[in-house]
């Protein structure tokens, strides 16, 4: 098992940046290939980027692409999503999932609390 944390949310004016933190612990052996996706009220939850395990490989919604950057630092067992004009629509909230690779939320195992982790305009 392997448990995600998110941090770094909070509010963004227009045209401002913010960078979001994914935190793993427990069983990290799992820790292989990381996802972002984020909820707007009353929407689908949504893909954002993805990074695999070495971080050479990553993928971007295309509504992000240009604006997002997706990273990581395997020593510090962290994913990272910086993005820059992020365009909430109202309160987005944001997760991360590991345990998977894809594009869709049933790609992924393991998935973080999301609500300590919300970006607002």
């Known amino acids: 098992q392997v448990q995600l944390v998110e941090s770094g949310g909070g509010l963004v004016q227009a045209g401002g940046s913010l960078r979001l933190s994914c935190a793993a612990s427990?069983?990290?052996?799992?820790?292989?290939?990381v996802g972002w996706f984020r909820q707007a009220p009353g929407k689908e939850r949504e893909f954002v980027a993805t990074?695999?395990?070495?971080?050479?490989?990553?993928n971007y919604a295309d509504s992000v692409e240009g604006r997002f950057t997706i990273s990581r630092d395997n020593a510090k067992n962290k994913v990272y999503l910086q993005m820059n004009s992020p365009k909430p629509e109202g309160t987005d909230v944001y997760y991360c999932?590991?345990?998977?690779?894809?594009?869709?939320?049933?790609?992924?195992?393991?998935w973080g609390q999301g609500p300590h982790d919300t970006v607002s305009s």
């Open positions: 999932a590991t345990g998977g690779w894809g594009t869709e939320t049933h790609d992924y195992n393991y």
């Open positions: 427990g069983r990290t052996v799992n820790w292989y290939d």
């Open positions: 990074i695999n395990r070495s971080g050479g490989t990553t």
